[in-house]
Each structure stands twice: as C-alpha cells, then as structure tokens.
C-alpha cells in the first residue's frame, strides 16, 4: 500500500496495490495489519456505510461531537471529489480543510481522521461511495457544517447549484460550529 500525506498531518491517501491480468483485478480493500503497519495508525472499524448519489450531489460537511469518527473512505462505482475539514482546536490546521479525488479507475482511498467534518460532491453520472467508521452512528451527536461557509473557503468543482438534503442545506457556519479540543 502506498501513502500518500496530504497537506493535513494525519488525513492520508492511501493507494492498494492491484493486480491485474486478463480475467480483471484483486486488491484488498482493507487489511488490519497492512494498514497500521504503512500508516502507523491502529484502529477499530464498528461499521460500514455504503452511499449512492448522483452527480452534482453535494453531501456533507458531517461529522460526530460525541463518538467523532475516523472514516476509511473509498468509491466502488464512480468519481467523487472528497473533503476533510479539521474541527481540533488544538491542531495548527484548524479551520483548514484538504481534498482528493477518489474514483473507481484509480481505486485510491482516504483516511480522516477523529477531529474532522467530512464530505463530498458526486462528479460522475453517478457514485457508490463505501467508508469505514472507528465508532457508531449517532444522530443526537450528528453535526453539519455549512458546506459554503466563506471563511473555510472549500472549492468545490461545481456546476451550477450543489444538490443538497434539507440538513445539509441548513449547516452551520464555521464561526458557530461545535468543534473539538
């Protein structure tokens, strides 16, 4: 597996070897030992999510106050251009945010860490997007991000107006947002 470091310490790229031949491909998409061993981090997945948009789907900026999740993020299907905004007060990046453009031709992957909201916009006709999380989903903990907020200043390749769910459409700003220590 090759890592790749982002301009976030601790948000990764992380790309499996795949082998191919005639018949197609295999890679693994998740090995416990491979993955602390080349990132250094050692965590315990409880869940997988799997999601399916369409392009110009604009999901996000999530994240968890209580139960903050790590997510191991990948597309099955697709291209999706895949956001991180750090949310740890005590981090020299905070309020910064990073990004990759994960597709299914290339099969890379992203590691975000506990501490960040996350995100992404659908660039493909459509997106099956499959991530793995260090803790359980808990809606009373849920928090959203305003996807727009100026003063994070994410640049999404758009066209036009994202589609957005009710909640995302109502995130909150920055400045007001809960965040971590």
Request: charged residues 25%; without cysteine; proline residues 5%.
């Given at each position: ?110 590691w975000i860490p506990q501490g960040f909201a996350h995100g992404f916009l659908v660039l493909s006709e459509q ?34 107006s994202p589609l957005l769910s009710d909640k995302d459409g109502r995130g909150t700003a920055f400045a007001e ?5």
């Amino acid at each position: 597996m090759k890592v790749i470091e982002t301009d976030i310490p601790g948000v990764l790229i992380l790309e499996p070897k795949v082998y191919r031949d005639s018949r197609g491909h295999f890679f693994e998409s998740y090995n416990r030992r491979t993955f602390r061993e080349a990132t250094g981090v050692d965590v315990e997945f409880v869940q997988d999510n799997e999601s399916l948009s369409s392009r110009n789907v604009l999901r996000g900026l999530h994240y968890q106050i209580r139960q903050p999740q790590g997510k191991l993020v990948r597309v099955v299907a697709g291209e999706i251009y895949d956001v991180a905004v750090d949310l740890r007060r005590s981090s020299p990046t905070f309020g910064k945010w990073t990004s990759a453009i994960l597709s299914s031709g290339v099969r890379p992957m992203i590691w975000i860490p506990q501490g960040f909201a996350h995100g992404f916009l659908v660039l493909s006709e459509q997106a099956i997007i499959i991530y793995k999380t260090t803790d359980y989903y808990a809606p009373e903990h849920e928090r959203t991000l305003a996807w727009n907020d100026r003063s994070v200043g994410v640049l999404w390749p758009l066209e036009g107006s994202p589609l957005l769910s009710d909640k995302d459409g109502r995130g909150t700003a920055f400045a007001e947002a809960e965040t971590f220590d």
